[in-house]
């Protein structure tokens, strides 16, 4: 079981998100904004984050950069979360030190399938 | 002169009109957010539910629709603007489940009849949910819809019809561009190409449409859409249409589509004496045609009088490979040549430059 932490603005890819991870056995914290993602992050043992590009303030990237900034989270491994009509920001993303990348649409089985095998990279 | 009270009198007027807006917006806010809660509150109790079935298999699923299927009309008019947000940010089953529990719930019937509704934001988020569900049968009156009197309505109409329209949608989507209740070029392009292969044959007929911006919008999703078997009436559209922006377009298709049919048309198009934004699309997609023999005519380009002309053609050469950057080097080496030798110089330099970034990005990737 790991501690996964979500951050994203839109309500509903948030739950859906969190209830399927937790269904998964994972443990949850689930935030609507960049801020209150590096604040979870920083006050938790976090295993993995799962990011929104597109926040409004602090952006999924802006987190990220961050994220790799401390000393804390340097390792954590990150997937960011996309619109297909951004797929440009995948480049991007992974400059900003991301994992891994998911696309919406998604199916949450792919994005669960993700997370373990970005978790088992981890552990190896 | 004016006197002292009249002045007061209309600063007072002022500030109560800025009062009342600004209690007017309040109002507005506190209105919407007491909505929008209520609305939670009401969906709350088959909200689990909801993503339970997202997340659901086989049988289990099938339980799980059929109980949502059957939630009150209440229940239902509050969890479906979530239903229709989460239709376009899922996919495989869970995007499946939704479909079917629009299906079990008669939800896209009652879209159809929504589409007539008085409320605009009724008849756009009905004609959102058709297109997100791909329901073919309400293309005639998603049709209709492209002329609706709200801005909003068109647009959504638009996008629905790229989703669940077909070739039968093409004539209505090219007339949408005209008009005082016209759509966005740029909308009708997207559900134009989405449409796909199927209505390839239909767009094609734009190329004879009597007004400019069909012509034109039907030569982009052509060229967007890689239909080479149109490429030699883009060809003649690029010859002998009358209007430039027509003849921009269908250079910049020719470009895309890859065609040694577009080559003659093309080196035409880059000609001193045309139009210097045909003649820069031109030279821009000579470079995205790839074709070699186009290395010659882009280097003359170089020290063409109109500098953007040059530095498109110099760009061009670029993407040509190694012949087009062998005429770079000697350009810039050749110090006779001037203005020509200097275009050929900075896109050199812009592209080490260029690699050099790729590299870096490569580097904190790995």
């Not at chain 1, 399927?20 to 609507?32: F, P, R, W």
């Amino acid at each position: 079981m790991a501690h996964v932490l979500i951050a994203d603005d839109d309500a509903d890819i948030r739950d859906l998100v969190a209830f399927k991870l937790t269904q998964s056995g994972h443990q949850v914290t689930a935030v609507e904004d960049g801020m209150a993602a590096l604040r979870a992050a920083r006050e938790n043992t976090v295993d993995l984050a799962l990011l929104d590009i597109r926040m409004p303030g602090m952006s999924g990237l802006d987190v990220c950069r961050e994220l790799r900034a401390m000393a804390q989270t340097a390792t954590l491994p990150v997937i960011m979360i996309t619109a297909r009509s951004q797929e440009a920001d995948v480049e991007v993303g992974f400059a900003a030190g991301a994992d891994d990348y998911i696309i919406k649409p998604f199916s949450p089985r792919e994005l669960s399938s993700r997370v373990t095998a970005v978790l088992n990279r981890v552990e190896r | 002169m004016i006197s002292a009270g009249l002045v007061r009198g209309a600063l007072l007027g002022l500030l109560a009109v800025v009062l009342a807006l600004s209690l007017l917006i309040v109002a507005n806010r506190f209105v919407r957010r007491h909505r929008e809660r209520r609305r939670e509150r009401i969906a709350a109790p088959v909200r689990g539910s909801l993503l339970e079935l997202l997340c659901a298999e086989g049988d289990e699923q099938t339980e799980l629709l059929n109980r949502l299927a059957e939630i009150d009309r209440r229940t239902w008019a509050a969890l479906e603007p979530t239903l229709t947000t989460l239709l376009g940010k899922v996919a495989g089953g869970a995007r499946a489940a939704l479909v079917r529990l629009y299906e079990l719930r008669g939800a896209a019937v009652d879209a159809v009849t929504e589409l007539s509704s008085r409320s605009a934001a009724r008849r756009g988020r009905a004609a959102q949910v058709l297109g997100q569900l791909s329901h073919r049968p309400a293309a005639p009156s998603l049709c209709r819809l492209l002329a609706d009197r709200d801005p909003e309505v068109r647009l959504a109409a638009t996008r629905a019809l790229g989703r669940c329209g077909g070739p039968e949608a093409v004539p209505y989507l090219l007339e949408s561009l005209y008009g005082p209740r016209a759509v966005p070029p740029a909308a009708v392009i997207r559900a134009l190409v989405s449409l796909g292969p199927q209505a390839q044959r239909s767009v094609a007929a734009g190329l004879e449409h009597p007004q400019p911006l069909a012509r034109a919008v039907a030569i982009e999703v052509l060229g967007a859409t890689g239909v080479v078997s149109h490429t030699s009436e883009i060809a003649r559209a690029l010859r002998e249409d009358p209007q430039i922006e027509v003849r921009v377009k269908a250079a910049r298709a020719l470009g895309r589509l890859c065609m040694p049919e577009g080559l003659e048309p093309l080196l035409a198009a880059v000609r001193p004496g045309r139009p210097v934004a045909l003649r820069m699309v031109g030279a821009g997609a000579l470079g995205t045609l790839g074709a070699v023999a186009a290395t010659g005519p882009l280097a003359e380009l170089l020290g063409d009088p109109d500098r953007h002309v040059a530095a498109t053609a110099a760009r061009a050469l670029l993407q040509l490979g190694p012949e087009g950057r062998a005429e770079l080097h000697a350009a810039a080496d050749d110090r006779s040549r001037g203005p020509a030798a200097a275009q050929a110089r900075a896109v050199l330099a812009e592209s080490a430059v260029g690699a050099a970034r790729h590299d870096v990005r490569a580097e904190v990737a790995l």
